[in-house]
T-cell receptor, first 114, second 114 residues
């Protein structure tokens, strides 16, 4: 069955430091790949998505992600973290099943220290 | 443009009681999703509608959960009777069209079953 793994439950990064959040998926073909962010009390917001083409995709708020087929990974990166980036981050995949719903990982909580 | 609206934002009920959640998607969005997000986990699809037809309800516990989308716009998700394990945030999302597009999420309804 298709699945998404986010190995890190909680990460703490100093403000201004770089960030990488890991995401691995299990699927026979190339899925549609997404990263969402969820701030407390708010709905999920799309950061970026990968469907095909260039494996390095740029998103909002200075985030980028790289699709690596050989590693079945889609890691999220940001060169310099801001305090406002503290939130929960979810990796999700879309596979060609009956519908177009997403399969989400369990999420990574990002804390930013000053 | 107005986002996805959900109500109520919070609900506390006793087990075996019934509860209903309402969702108003973004205007013009044909696809509507209901996800269940249990604490510490990523969202999991319950049901997907395309206009007022069901596309995927394979993970909906049909003995207690029901959902409808009248006239292809607003949707209601009902639980009857509720169990303790139904405590979760219920997220509604909508997207334009039937292929993989950005899903816009509402703020969710946090349900606590005592």
């Amino acid at each position: 069955a298709q699945s998404v793994t986010q190995p890190d439950i909680h990460i703490t990064v100093s403000e201004g430091a770089s960030l990488e959040l890991r995401c691995n998926y299990s699927y026979g073909a190339t899925p549609y790949l997404f990263w969402y962010v969820q701030s407390p009390g708010q709905g999920l917001q799309l950061l970026l998505k990968y469907f095909s083409g260039d494996t390095l995709v740029q998103g909002i708020k200075g985030f980028e992600a790289e699709f690596k087929r050989s590693q079945s990974s889609f890691n999220l990166r940001k060169p310099s973290v801001h305090w406002s980036d503290a939130a929960e981050y979810f990796c999700a995949v879309g596979v060609d099943q009956a519908g177009t719903a997403l399969i989400f990982g369990k999420g990574t909580t990002l804390s930013v220290s000053s | 443009e107005a986002g996805v609206a959900q109500s109520p934002r919070y609900k506390i009920i006793e087990k075996r009681q019934s509860v209903a959640f309402w969702c108003n998607p973004i205007s013009g969005h044909a696809t509507l999703y209901w996800y269940q997000q249990i604490l510490g986990q990523g969202p999991k699809l319950l049901i997907q509608f395309q206009n007022n037809g069901v596309v995927d309800d394979s993970q909906l516990p049909k003995d207690r959960f029901s959902a409808e989308r009248l006239k292809g716009v607003d949707s209601t998700l009902k639980i009857q009777p509720a169990k303790l394990e139904d405590s979760a945030v219920y997220l509604c999302a909508s997207s334009f069209g039937s292929s993989y597009n950005e899903q816009f999420f509402g703020p969710g309804t946090r349900l606590t079953v005592l």
